[in-house]
C-alpha cells in the first residue's frame, strides 16, 4: 500500500525548531527554503501578482477633476494637505477618514487572524511578499535549496563571486524599485519619474528611495524571517487573537504519528505505522525554518507551504490530503482523543482508520461554518459599522464650511456715533476644486450691517465672495450695530453662508458683545 | 577548546574564573547588540571628528563640516530677509495708500506691522490697539490728527508734540484755571457734554453756550466738531480721549493733558513706520 520510492526524502534540520532553538546571541543559522507547489503556492503567486500590481501601478492611475485639481487617482499632496483617492478628496480636518480606515484594518485583522489565523502574516504582509520576490530571484540565480546550500559551503570562487554579486545587483535592483514607486504617491507621478531620471527631484525624494530601497533590501534579502520572529509585533498579539475554532496550519498527529521512514517494514513487522513518512518536505520547505510537526508556534506566519509539500507526498502515497492542514483546535484535540482513544495511550493508527484504511466516523472536519460563531459576528459587526458610518459621514459632507473668530482684543469698539463695531476673522472654506461665488449675509443683530476689509462697498448685511477653487478664503469682517439697537452685552447673531448657484449653505452662531450700559 | 568548561545545570560553557566553587557563566552579547555598539562608537568618533565636540582651552574643535548653530541662524534669518525683499522694495517705493490697495501687499505690511505694533506701541495704546483714557483707541473711527493712511504715517514719522522732532504734530490746550472761573468751568463743562448726552443740570447748558463762543470756538470750531488741523477733538461724538462726562471735562478745562507721542521714523525706518501704518489703517477706523 505505501509506495515510498517515489518520496524524495530531504536532509532537512528545522533551523528554529523549539528542540535545536539557539540562544538570542548566537549567530543566525540561515534558512534555505526548498520550492514547493500545489494550491497555496498558487495562491500566494496570485496574492503577490496583485498587491505588488496595486503597489507599483496605482500612482499612475488617472482621474479627471477638472482644471483646479492634479489627475492622479491617488494622491497625497503634502505641500497642499489634500489626500486625494479617486472621487473622494479629504482636507486636513478631514483625517478622521483615515483613522477610520486605520480602525477597519485593525478590527479586520481581529476578525481574519480569529477565523483564519495569521492570513496577513501568510499571504498579504510585504515583509512575506517581498520575501518571496527576492526568494524568486535567489531560486533563479543560484538553484534551489540543495544548491544553495551546497553554494553557501563552498570556497568563493569566480563563480561563486559572480552568482552572489549578480543576486544582490537584483535584489539592489528590486529594493530601488520599491522605494521608487513610494514617492509616486505624493506627487505627480509622471512629473516626478522625469524628474528623478534627470536628477532635478527634490532631494528629499532621493532620501525616501534611499531609505527603503535600503529597508528592501536590508529586511527582505538579508533579515528575512528575523523580522516577523523578533521585529513585528503582531506575532506578540497572535496568542490574544487566536482561540479554539481559529483555523491554524496542524500537523496531524492523529493520523501521521507515529512516524517511520519504514513503515513497510513496520507494517511487516506488525508495528504500527502513521501517515508521517518523516520525508522532511514540510521542514524544507519553510521558510522560517521551522517543523510544523512540533505544533503550532510563535514562528509560523501560516504560508501554508508545508501542507502543499505535504500534500505532494500524500498524493504520491496514495493517501488523503491534509496530513498538514488548516485545521481548528478543536478538532485536532477531538481527533487526538479518538487516535489516543481518550489520550490514555500513544496515537493509535487502528483507532483513526478502518481495517480496510478509511477513515473511522466520527472524527471531526473541517468545514466553513466552524469558524463563523459569536466572535466573528462580533468582529464582522464591529468592522462593517465603521466602514458604513464612514459611507455615510462621506456622502454627507459638506464641501462648504465657514469658521468664525470673534477678535477678543478688543472685544468690542465704541464709534464716534455711539455704534458698537465687532470684529471677526470669517473663513470660508471652499472644499471642491471649482471657483464659487459665495454669499456671505447676517442673519438677526438688528439694525446691523458689515464691512470687509479689502472689498470696495458700503456697508451692508450681504456681501458676494468670489472663492477660489478648493482653498479657504479668509475675510476681516466688522460688523456694526447702531447704539440705540444695541440691547444686551453679548447677543447672538448668525453668519450665513450660500452658494449661489447651488443650494449648499452653512450658518455660525457668532457673539456680538457691547459695554454694559451706563459704562 | 580543549580546557572548556560546560556548567552542568544550565549547558552553558563557562569563562573559567572560580570564586569559591562559583563559576562564572561565559553568556556573550547578543551579536547584534554588539555590532550596533560598534557602530555606536564609530559614529560617535566620525561625529566628533565632523562636528564641534573637543573643548580645547579657549574654544573647542571646529569639526570638519565647519557646522556652526551661529551661522545657521544667521543663514535663515538672511533667506527669510531674502523673501521678504520683494515686498520690502514694494513697500519703499509705493505710498501707503497704495499699499493698502495692493491685497498682498497689504496683508505682507500689516502682518509685518502687527508685529512691530506688538514691540514698540502696545505699551501706550494697549495690545488690541484699544487704548485707555489719555491714550487713542486706534481701532475707532474718530482720529484727532486724521485717519487717512498718510496722515497716520505722518503721526508715527513725527509723532505728537514730540520736541525733539521739529516736523512734529504741535499744538496745545491751555490751561483755563486763570481764565475761568470755577462757575464758568462748570458751565462749559455742561454744555460740551450736552453735546453728546444729557446733563444733569440743564441750566448750565445756556451759560455755557457763551463760554465756548468766547474761549473755545479758535480750535473746537463753532460747531464743537473740532480742527485735525491742531488736533483739537471733536466734542460732539461719543469718544473720549481723557474721559467722559462733565467732572473729567471740567479737569480738561482746568489743567489740561497734553498727550506726547515720540517721532518713529529715527528708531524704526521708513519701511516699518509705513507697515504700522498700513496696519493701524486696517485696523477698522482707518478713512
Known amino acids: ?519 | 577548546m580543549s580546557n572548556e568548561h560546560i556548567d552542568e545545570i544550565s549547558g552553558v560553557a563557562t569563562t573559567g574564573h572560580e570564586w569559591d566553587g562559583i563559576r562564572e557563566l561565559n553568556n556573550p552579547l547578543p551579536r547584534w547588540w554588539v555590532i550596533t555598539f560598534y557602530i555606536t562608537i564609530a559614529w560617535a568618533i566620525a561625529y566628533t571628528i565632523a562636528y564641534p565636540a573637543w573643548p580645547m582651552l579657549s574654544s573647542a574643535t571646529k569639526g570638519v563640516l565647519g557646522f556652526s548653530s551661529r551661522n545657521d541662524v544667521k543663514n535663515e534669518m538672511a533667506a527669510a530677509e531674502t523673501a521678504k525683499a520683494k515686498y520690502v522694495a514694494a513697500i519703499q517705493s509705493k505710498t501707503v495708500s497704495e499699499i493698502a490697495a495692493d491685497d498682498a501687499l497689504r496683508e505682507f505690511a500689516v502682518a509685518a506691522g502687527g508685529a512691530a505694533f506688538k514691540v514698540n506701541c502696545v505699551q501706550c495704546h494697549g495690545s488690541g490697539a484699544q487704548g485707555s483714557t489719555d491714550f487713542p483707541n486706534l481701532n475707532d473711527d474718530d482720529w484727532l490728527w486724521g485717519g487717512k493712511a498718510e496722515q497716520i504715517q505722518q503721526t508715527i514719522t513725527h509723532g505728537i508734540r514730540f520736541a525733539a522732532d521739529a516736523d512734529t504734530r504741535q499744538s496745545e490746550m491751555p490751561a483755563f484755571v486763570d481764565v475761568l472761573k470755577p462757575e464758568q468751568i462748570a458751565q462749559v463743562s455742561a454744555y460740551v457734554a450736552s453735546l453728546s448726552g444729557p446733563v444733569l443740570d440743564k441750566s448750565l447748558i445756556e451759560p455755557g453756550a457763551k463760554v465756548f463762543a468766547d474761549n473755545c470756538v479758535a480750535c473746537h470750531g463753532e460747531n464743537a466738531k473740532g480742527n485735525r488741523e491742531l488736533g483739537a477733538p471733536d466734542l460732539t461724538d461719543a469718544i473720549w480721549l481723557h474721559g467722559s462726562g462733565e467732572a473729567a471735562i471740567a479737569l480738561q478745562v482746568h489743567t489740561p493733558k497734553n498727550g506726547v507721542m515720540p517721532a518713529w521714523v529715527g528708531r524704526l525706518g521708513e519701511t516699518t513706520v509705513k507697515e504700522l501704518a498700513v496696519y493701524v489703517h486696517s485696523l477698522g477706523g482707518g478713512e
Open chain 1, 1 to 519: 500500500m505505501l509506495d515510498q520510492t517515489q518520496v524524495e526524502r530531504l536532509e532537512a534540520e528545522a533551523v528554529n525548531s523549539a528542540k535545536t532553538r539557539q540562544p538570542l546571541y548566537a549567530a543566525r543559522k540561515k534558512i534555505f527554503p526548498k520550492r514547493a507547489s500545489g494550491r497555496f503556492r498558487q495562491f500566494k503567486w496570485l496574492v503577490m501578482a496583485i498587491t505588488l500590481g496595486i503597489y507599483y501601478l496605482t500612482p499612475w492611475l488617472r482621474w479627471d477633476r477638472g482644471p483646479f485639481a492634479p489627475d492622479q487617482a491617488v494622491l497625497i499632496d503634502l505641500a497642499n494637505r489634500r489626500f486625494y483617492f479617486f472621487f473622494i478628496e479629504i482636507w486636513p480636518q478631514e483625517f478622521y477618514y483615515v483613522a477610520g480606515l486605520l480602525m477597519m484594518a485593525g478590527v479586520g485583522l481581529f476578525l481574519i487572524t480569529s477565523t483564519v489565523g495569521r492570513a496577513w502574516c501568510g499571504y498579504a504582509c510585504p515583509q512575506t511578499v517581498w520575501v518571496d520576490l527576492f526568494l524568486v530571484v535567489e531560486r533563479a540565480i543560484e538553484g534551489d535549496r540543495n544548491a544553495r546550500i551546497k553554494l553557501e559551503t563552498a570556497p568563493w570562487s569566480a563563480r561563486k563571486l559572480f552568482l552572489r554579486a549578480s543576486k544582490h545587483a537584483i535584489w539592489l535592483v528590486i529594493a530601488a524599485a520599491t522605494g521608487g514607486a513610494w514617492i509616486f504617491y505624493f506627487a505627480d507621478a509622471p512629473k516626478l519619474l522625469g524628474e528623478v531620471v534627470t536628477g532635478t527631484a527634490a532631494p528629499v525624494a532621493y532620501v525616501t528611495i534611499a531609505v527603503l530601497t535600503g529597508t528592501t533590501y536590508v529586511f527582505g534579502g538579508l533579515m528575512r524571517e528575523q523580522v516577523c520572529t523578533y521585529m513585528c509585533p503582531w506575532p506578540r498579539i497572535q496568542a490574544a487573537m487566536l482561540d479554539e475554532n481559529s483555523l491554524t496550519v496542524t500537523y496531524n498527529d492523529w493520523r501521521g504519528e507515529p512516524r517511520s521512514r519504514h513503515a513497510k517494514k513496520a507494517l511487516a513487522a506488525g508495528l504500527p505505522a502513521g501517515d508521517c513518512v518523516d520525508c522532511n518536505a514540510c521542514v524544507a520547505v519553510c521558510p522560517m525554518g521551522i517543523d510544523i510537526r512540533d505544533g503550532q508556534q510563535l514562528e509560523c506566519i501560516t504560508c501554508a507551504l508545508c501542507i502543499d509539500a505535504c500534500d505532494g507526498v500524500m498524493d504520491k502515497l496514495g493517501r488523503e490530503r491534509g496530513l498538514i492542514s488548516y485545521a481548528t483546535l478543536a478538532d485536532y484535540n477531538a481527533n487526538m482523543a479518538v487516535a489516543t482513544a481518550g489520550g490514555t495511550g500513544p496515537v493509535s493508527p487502528a483507532l483513526v482508520r478502518t481495517p480496510g484504511g478509511a477513515f473511522v466516523d466520527g472524527l471531526a472536519h473541517f468545514h466553513l461554518g466552524k469558524i463563523f460563531r459569536l466572535r466573528t459576528y462580533i468582529y464582522l459587526g464591529a468592522w462593517s459599522a465603521i466602514g458604513l458610518a464612514l459611507v455615510y459621514s462621506l456622502l454627507t459632507r459638506e464641501r462648504l464650511e465657514l469658521n468664525v473668530l470673534h477678535d477678543r482684543n478688543p472685544q468690542f469698539v465704541t464709534l464716534s456715533d455711539g455704534s458698537i463695531r465687532n470684529g471677526y476673522t470669517v473663513k470660508l472654506l471652499n472644499m471642491i476644486p471649482e471657483p464659487r461665488t459665495i454669499e456671505v449675509t447676517l442673519q438677526g443683530l438688528d439694525g446691523s450691517e458689515m464691512s470687509i476689509v479689502g472689498i470696495d462697498q458700503p456697508p451692508s448685511r450681504s456681501f458676494s465672495i468670489a472663492a477660489e477653487p478648493d482653498r479657504l478664503k479668509v475675510l476681516k469682517v466688522f460688523v456694526r450695530q447702531p447704539a440705540d439697537q444695541v440691547k444686551e452685552p453679548a447677543q447672538s447673531f448668525e453668519f450665513r453662508i450660500k452658494d449661489t448657484a447651488s443650494s449648499e449653505s452653512a450658518e455660525y452662531t457668532a457673539s456680538f458683545n457691547a459695554p454694559e450700559k451706563g459704562k
